[in-house]
């Protein structure tokens, strides 16, 4: 089997697809940094809808997520938007933790885990 490496810089692919599985890196948001944990997760949710579509996915085949916020008082917020996201009839295993991010202008990071 072939590793499929899709978007990679010097440091990492925003995904990678092994056999029936895709791996995605921690996104952030690339249109809303500096916006509400709301609408950075919209964001988010957008650009995970396209990378799983690359790899020949989709949020029905999400086997797991994991969200960092730099604050859990937003997690309702953030749920919001996750419950509209996600595909009810296969919800994944998830986990959400307040963390420190990266960088200051952003609220949320969500990675995950599909099958193909």
Known sequence: MEIERRHPNERMSQSVAYGD???????????????????????????????????????????SALIWLHDIRDFNNINEVWNAWIDPANPPARTCVESTLANPLYNVEITVTAAR
């Open 21 to 63: 599985t895709v791996y995605l890196s921690g996104q952030v948001a690339r249109n809303a940094p500096g916006e509400t944990a709301a609408a950075q997760t919209a964001d988010i949710l957008a650009s995970i809808d396209e990378l799983l579509a690359e790899a020949g996915s989709d949020k029905s085949k999400v086997l």
